[in-house]
């Protein structure tokens, strides 16, 4: 029975290191995208960042939960 026991532990701690890789490989290509978007941004393809920018918005809010960020219009001057 000790067995069975430390099996149910085992799969929970897995579960648990498999939900904590995907979250930083979420992370990971969130910090992409967010390149992508500075850089689109950058070059004056505002329209582009600006979508892109809400979609990772969308991202962030509704499927991670976490708060939302400023967009790239909002975090550098505009010309």
Sequence with gaps: MARTT??????GSKQQDDADR???AA????QQLDWAIGYLHGI???NI???LARNRSFIR???MGEPE???PGQQ???T
């Design 6 to 11: 430390t099996n149910r532990r085992n799969s």
């Design 22 to 24: 995907y979250r930083r």
């Design 27 to 30: 992370d990971d290509a969130l």
């Design 44 to 46: 004056r393809k505002i």
């Design 49 to 51: 960042s600006r979508a």
């Design 61 to 63: 809010k509704q499927l």
């Design 69 to 71: 960020e400023p967009l």
């Design 76 to 78: 550098t001057k505009e």
